[in-house]
């Protein structure tokens, strides 16, 4: 079982920049992959940002060149730097671990609200 905790959402106003992290309850190092997810109210849950093991990376193109998601193994937490953000990125994150191709676990999720 691994435990995932989110934090660093908030309200932020468009144009700025805010950084999330997911802290895991134990090493991510061998895990195959971990992504972060995001779900705005009346819309489905949507893939934002993957990492792999080997430290590979790809976004939906909706965040591309705004966003970066990272991963510091010995903290085993991950990130995603949202910079140059927009009202459209209002969505509640959440942090997904994938320590094999058969296995999936969530976090509860950090609100983050883009609004002047």
């Excluded at 061998?30 to 705005?40: D, G, L, N, T, V």
């Amino acid at each position: 079982q691994v435990e995932l905790v989110e934090s660093g959402g908030g309200l932020v106003q468009p144009g700025g920049s805010l950084k999330l992290s997911c802290a895991a309850s134990g090493s991510i190092s061998s895990f195959y992959a971990m992504r972060w997810y995001r779900q705005a109210p009346g819309n489905e849950r949507e893939l934002v940002a993957t990492i792999t093991r080997r430290g590979s990376t790809n976004y939906a193109d909706s965040v591309k060149g705004r966003f970066s998601i990272s991963r510091d193994n010995a903290k085993n937490t991950l990130y995603l730097q949202m910079n140059s953000l927009k009202p459209e990125d209002t969505a509640v994150y959440y942090c997904n671990a994938a320590p094999s191709l058969m296995q999936n676990y969530w976090g509860q999720g950090t609100q983050v609200t883009v609004s002047s």
